[in-house]
């Protein structure tokens, strides 16, 4: 795929991005360079090969998954001018 001035300055438009003349036909050769890198890289075969979430090995720190109140349902409710066993109190609306 090879990018043009006009696809540079469209891409520019709808990004909002002011750009002369001159960064045009610069960013147009850029993008070409970047736009055939990637082509390399798509010539790499990869089968086989465990996606990764660091360059080192090591394993994902997670959380247990158990439901809980979060132990702060005082400080939740203590500017509340109205509660009741940690539930906020609203006065009824009847119409």
Known sequence: MSVDLKTVKRVAHLARIAVSEDDAQRMTGELNAILGFVEQLN???VTGVEPMTSVTPMEMKKRVDAVTDG???AD???NAPATDENF????????
């Open 76 to 78: 939740i409710v203590a």
């Open 71 to 73: 132990n702060k349902a």
């Open 43 to 45: 010539e790499v075969d």
């Open 88 to 95: 906020f109190l609203v006065p009824k609306v009847v119409e």
